[in-house]
């Protein structure tokens, strides 16, 4: 009798569950409208925390694919930009919202950028963050963020050319030539389209000199030129040859510490 009672109440309240119509991403509704508030509000580390909540209480929702994009954003803002990004990068594996992904994919690139050290430390990520730029160029021709992508990429490429450029000139100082001349040409190879190419140039020009070879900075001015991107800098060098054509003096040395 006890175990019959004990069926009829099991089944009754599997019934009862079954009867309940159980929607997670519509109880979630209400906090998501919450999260929203405070996002709105800029109080983005609230937000997030709202935001997180949706997605662990229903993963795999469209509710918590849609707070996944908010979270990157609520970190982007606070300057989390390390955990901005794998979050901003989980939401493109698994978004089907183009017009976000596209947002998303440039946060991405706006996080690498904003990660880089100045031109004195490592580069890794700025060429990391050069990497992220030109794949979404490369993926999105037409977006409304390619000119900006573009100006970025053009900052990034500035600093990188800054460091060999500040490199070549530290071993101008110590007077080790072959290394400076390394650097100078780097520049030419790798940034010969930023303003540092002619400042390469004329590195390359003074090494030359101070190595006790103008004839060798004579032949490499007149073979470069026609390159130089500035007429400032094209007078600058001619300058330095006519200048330095019986030996240094003074002000050219000056010039080592400018």
Known sequence: ??????????????????????????????????????????????????????????????????????????????????????????????SNDLDKIETARYRICQCAMRSTNTYQRDQSQTHRALDQLQMFIEDFPQSRFTEEAEEAMGELRNKLAKKDYEVGRMYLKLEEYEPALLYFQSVLNSYYDTPYADEARIGIIFTHVLND?????????????????????????????????????LPQYIQLYK
Not at 18 to 28: Q, S, V
């Open 1 to 94: 009798m006890k175990r019959t009672i004990l069926v009829i109440t099991l089944s009754l309240f599997i019934l009862g569950c079954g009867g309940k119509n159980i929607h997670p991403e519509e109880d979630l509704n209400p906090q998501f409208e919450k999260a929203m508030q405070y996002f709105d509000k800029e109080k983005f580390g609230r937000a997030k925390d709202e935001f997180d909540y949706i997605i662990m209480t229903d993963p795999g929702s469209k509710l918590a694919s849609r707070s996944q994009f908010y979270k990157g954003e609520s970190l982007f803002h606070i300057e989390e930009y390390g955990d901005a990004s794998a979050v901003f990068d989980r939401f493109v594996r698994f």
């Open 213 to 249: 070879n103008w004839q060798a900075a004579h032949n490499y001015f007149k073979g470069e030129k026609k390159r130089f991107r500035s007429d400032e800098k094209q007078h600058e060098a001619m300058q330095l040859i006519e200048e330095t054509a019986s030996g240094l003096n």
